[in-house]
């Protein structure tokens, strides 16, 4: 797909991200934004989703190991038209499908429940085990955080599908440097992440987290790995795209008002 | 009389359902042969999946598997399956109701040797928490190779406690597994043992020590609970005893409690177990006698009561 036209899906998801969030009064804009651009690719030209096939699993599937970035995920699912637009005004409202974190089952298009940080990793690695099992070619795609690699269990899931040689699973880490209580490097430093990774078995590829070429590339040259999982670490800018969200901690999980809303929009319709 | 440890029968049972069934799947932390869940390999080593010592990485990969439409049977140490992995099964496997089938091992005291840090006395308590799970304590080899049969095909989540230990046999292999149907093994009066795993062989032990003949339950389902048959005893029986290798707070002892107050029967509750404490090395019969679960402690708590 042409740059500009994921360019203007991944401003509509930006624009409803902040509606989403607004409407609910809570949410997580900061790192939904700096996702949107990764995920949007990941959807309109990477994964083999369609309407046809988005109630099964006979396809790639997604993980969102940083489910409080559900405002993206839904935004792009409904992108895709799996979820009508007008639905996503219902974002943690009572009865919703749109979760406050993705709950599978319930809303077409979540592979997963999500939202306690460090288990999405692992459950893709159960699905990828299965699909070797199955002897299909489907991919799983991850997207975690990068606070979120201060658990453990990101590491023991790294370990095992290099152990199983799951090179048909693919890990992005949204490195946008910024978790509840600051900047990752100061709250608990995870850097270097590439090194860290490739020590613990993962092909490792560094990339601009808001370029579509090097994301298409960097999701490209993952298929091509044989014998161990592939981990893009794609550096990102909290709040991407919104100039009073950007490398503010104040926006990981607060919801903006109705000022905030409207000069939101309106940067965002002006680009 | 032969004694097999119910831990064998989840062997057994795996061995068969893999053999049945190439949707199941096994994983395993590094203690398949202890908890047995190798003899999954002998029938396709290509289902069973040793994650190595990270059960919190292996109980999430197992909900990815069931979220792939498979049937995945988790076996670790209770304490590690269910202690280190609690908000992993909480989170992964009981959120998304997964066909996740827990079948942990060396679960209570009778671990003997190892000692307090492998002795898990809260794993009933902390499952039983969890909406949906299904908790199921077997008592002898032939009801927990027919209860893992049958939570195989049973929807959603699911934790049988087994044990290290050999523990008599009081079915044989026609046994049929009800889900929640406690199975009257002794019909009395006066006092009501309702006993789960273990606990139901030293009831059986202590009923021949007593002064009265007592009626003895065998619960072997936790969730969901026998209420009815609880009820039932209550209104029979002077007093009710709830008999578990297990802490007293959280188990079956608590779940009976919830039955006989709301149902406001009047039939007191004692409850045999473990006293809110940690255990310690040792033998496990000589645990058993330490710690007031042997059927001597059983006895002496019957005949002391008027």
């Known amino acids: ?271 | 009389m032969a004694s097999i440890a119910t831990r064998i029968a989840f062997g057994d049972a795996l061995k068969e359902l893999m053999a049945e069934d190439k949707n199941i799947v096994a994983f395993d932390a590094d203690l398949a042969g202890s908890t047995k869940s190798a003899e999954a390999k002998k029938v396709d080593p290509n289902r069973h999946f040793d994650m190595g010592i990270a059960e919190a990485n292996m109980m999430c990969a197992a909900a990815g598997m069931a979220a792939s439409g498979k049937i995945a049977f988790v076996s670790s140490f209770a304490m590690f399956a269910t202690g280190r992995a609690f908000e992993q099964i909480r989170n992964s496997v009981g959120y998304p109701h997964a066909n996740v089938k827990i079948c942990a091992s060396h679960a209570g005291i009778s671990v003997g040797e190892d000692g307090a840090t492998h002795q898990c006395i809260e794993d009933i308590s902390l499952l039983r928490g969890i909406p949906g799970m299904k908790v199921v304590v077997p008592c002898d080899y032939n009801e927990a190779k027919a209860a893992i049969r049958a939570i195989a095909y049973e929807d959603g989540p699911c934790y049988v406690r087994l044990g290290r230990s050999g523990v008599e046999e009081f079915f044989d292999e026609n046994y049929v597994f009800e889900f929640g149907k406690g199975i009257v093994l002794n019909k009395g009066e006066k006092v009501a043992i309702v006993a789960t795993g273990s606990m139901v062989q030293e009831s059986m032990k202590a009923k021949d020590m007593m002064n009265i003949n007592p009626t003895v339950v065998n619960m072997h389902t936790i969730k969901p609970i026998d209420k009815d048959l609880i009820i039932e005893l209550a209104k029979t029986h002077k007093y009710m005893i709830a008999a578990e290798e297990h802490s007293i707070i959280g188990g079956l002892g608590s779940a009976v409690a919830e039955v006989l107050a709301e149902a406001g029967t009047g039939c007191q509750l004692i409850r045999i177990g473990i006293q809110d404490i940690f255990g310690e090395s040792g033998k496990p019969g000589e645990l058993f006698e330490k710690y007031g679960i042997s059927a001597n402690k059983i006895a002496e708590k019957v005949n002391s009561l008027d």
Request: charged content about 25%.
């Open chain 1, 1 to 271: 797909m042409d740059n500009n036209k994921l360019a203007v899906i991944a401003n509509n998801v930006r624009k409803n991200i902040i509606l989403e969030t607004y409407m609910a009064k809570s949410g997580h804009p900061g790192g939904s934004l700096s996702a949107t651009d990764i995920l949007t690719l990941l959807y309109f030209e990477v994964m083999d989703i369609n309407e046809e096939n988005v109630n099964s699993i006979d396809r790639d599937r997604f993980v969102l190991s940083k489910g409080h970035a559900s405002p993206a995920l839904y935004a792009v699912l409904s992108a895709k038209g799996f979820i009508p637009e007008e639905e996503l005004k219902t974002f943690r409202e009572l009865g919703s499908r749109l979760q406050g974190h993705p709950s599978m089952g319930l809303c077409p298009g979540v592979d997963m429940s999500t939202g306690s940080l460090g288990q999405g990793i692992s459950c893709a690695v159960g699905m990828a085990l299965a699909n070797k099992l199955d002897g299909n070619d489907h991919r799983i795609y991850v997207l975690c955080g990068d606070g979120e690699c201060q658990e453990g269990q990101v590491w023991e899931a790294v370990m095992s599908a290099a152990h199983y040689k799951l090179d048909n699973m693919c890990i992005c880490v949204d490195y946008n440097n910024l978790q509840i209580d600051g900047h990752v490097s100061d709250v608990m430093d995870v850097s270097p992440l590439d090194k860290k990774f490739e020590a613990f078995g993962a092909h490792v590829i560094c990339i601009d987290g808001h370029d579509f070429d090097q994301i298409r590339a960097a999701y490209a040259e993952a298929k091509t790995v044989k014998g161990q999982p592939t981990v893009i670490v794609a550096k990102t800018i909290k709040g991407k795209g919104v100039s009073f969200m950007e490398d503010n901690v104040n926006w990981h999980g607060v919801a903006p008002n109705k000022e905030q809303y409207e000069q939101a929009t309106a940067e965002l319709e002006a680009k």
